[in-house]
């Protein structure tokens, strides 16, 4: 069974531009959540989707969004990047989140804000 | 406000020995803790879990303990082997989210 998939693993982009991110879950899992890692600070919740809907949210601007396709797959988008949003992004999903579905991430995306 | 706290950024085992790692927590709404193991440049992984209800839960050279009324949980890797060598993050779970520790460097010495 193929791992979580996040597109791209790096990306540089400059203040003010916006960046979508991608994550495709394992299949058959129905919940996706984002998070932001930032050193020091460990994992940041963005926000969580399950069928399409966002179910949760962190707090973080309405510059982070996201959404959840008919397939489970997620995408967030930052819009008026700051040089504070440069961190490690990083995409779990789950058959859904209860205490017996532990999160299952991908390997991120370096977003580096110049 | 910090819910989930790691209060050692890193710590340093011999191997074969017992690394235990620490977490504290503030929210008693809390009824699920977990624990992820990180290597650079990948994501975390599930480690081990323990429901509010119990405070032990083995799973081979793993073992996480709650002590609700202090509000910590520790894990204990027996023995401590290079391939542990990690950061280690603790998270509390309520309402579908999950709170973070901000993690702990284990490293292992041969």
């Known amino acids: 069974k193929a791992g979580v998939t996040q597109t791209p693993r790096y990306l540089i982009k400059t203040r003010g531009q916006q960046v979508t991110l991608s994550c495709s879950p394992i299949?058959?899992?129905?919940?996706v959540s984002w998070y932001q890692q930032t050193p020091g600070q460990g994992l940041q919740f963005l926000f969580e989707?399950?069928?399409?809907?966002?179910?949760n949210k962190g707090n973080f601007p309405g510059r982070f969004s996201g959404r959840q396709f008919s397939n489970s797959r997620s995408e967030m988008n930052v819009s008026t990047l700051e040089l504070g949003d440069s961190a490690l992004y990083l995409c779990?999903?789950?058959?859904?989140?209860?205490?017996?579905?532990?999160?299952?991430f991908g390997n991120g995306t370096r977003l580096t804000v110049t | 406000d910090q819910q989930v706290k790691q209060n050692s950024p890193s710590l340093s085992v011999q191997e074969g020995r017992i690394s235990i790692l620490n977490c504290d927590y503030t929210?008693?709404?809390?009824?699920?803790f977990l624990w992820y193991k990180k290597y650079p440049a990948e994501g975390p992984t599930f480690l081990i879990s323990i429901s509010s209800i119990k405070d032990k839960n083995e799973d081979g050279r793993f073992t996480v303990f709650l002590n609700k009324s202090a509000k910590h949980l520790s894990l204990h890797i027996v023995p401590s082997q290079p391939g542990d060598s990690a950061v280690y993050f603790c998270?509390?779970?309520?309402?579908?989210?999950?709170?973070w520790g901000a993690g702990t460097k284990l490293i292992i010495k041969p």
């Open positions: 779990a999903s789950s058959l859904d989140r209860t205490d017996t579905s532990p999160l299952h």
């Open positions: 998270a509390a779970e309520s309402n579908y989210q999950l709170i």
């Open positions: 989707y399950f069928s399409e809907t966002q179910r």
């Open positions: 929210n008693s709404m809390f009824d699920y």
């Open positions: 299949s058959g899992h129905r919940s």
